[in-house]
């Protein structure tokens, strides 16, 4: 006879719905940007999808919010679904997300560099640059973020990001 175990029941992490945007130039470089709260921590705006949003939607008010640039101001090249993280130590996000599922979108800028607004709403960014995307350091990026930057870079660039020497 076989005893039954009261073990509780696993939560699936749930994961909030994002997008990535990879923004390039005419020269192919990438813009990247500092967090404001975190010195050295460089990525890709992101964001996430509200409610009622498909992602596209979201990627263009993500980019108006966080770098003031216009949708009128970029073509959309691609689209890439399925990248996902869970958030460092277990913490949570509005209390449920425990990670995040992100589209990333490759868009070519077709403004001028003085179009770029950090400040445009809420300021997330300190500071920003254009990139070669060989150019871009994995130890700029958080641990539990690392494995979608690799990912992406493969899938975007055909790039191999070679792991931090940290």
């Known amino acids: 006879m076989s005893e039954s175990l009261d073990l509780p029941i696993a939560t ?3 994961y909030r719905p994002n997008v990535g ?14 967090r404001i709260n975190i010195p050295g921590a460089w990525q890709f705006p992101q964001g996430g999808i ?13 980019m108006a919010e966080e770098i003031g ?3 009128n101001n970029v073509e959309l090249l691609e689209r890439r679904d399925g990248y996902r993280y869970a958030f ?3 913490r949570l996000k ?9 589209s990333y979108f490759r868009c070519r ?8 607004n950090l400040a445009a709403t809420h300021q997330e960014f300190s500071q920003w640059r254009w990139i070669r995307p060989e150019e871009f350091q994995m130890d700029w990026v958080p641990k539990f973020k690392r494995a979608v930057y690799r990912q992406v870079f493969l899938d975007f660039f055909g790039l191999e990001l070679n792991p931090p020497v940290s």
Do not use: C, H, W
Request: zero cysteines; glycine letters at 12%.
């Open 12 to 14: 699936p992490i749930l």
């Open 21 to 34: 945007i990879i923004l390039t130039n005419a020269a192919d470089e990438i813009f990247v940007a500092e």
């Open 50 to 62: 509200d409610d009622g949003e498909d992602a596209e939607t979201a990627m263009y008010r993500e």
């Open 69 to 71: 640039v216009t949708q």
């Open 88 to 90: 460092a130590k277990g």
């Open 94 to 102: 509005y209390g449920i997300y425990g990670g995040q599922e992100q």
């Open 109 to 116: 800028f077709l403004g001028q560099d003085s179009d770029i």
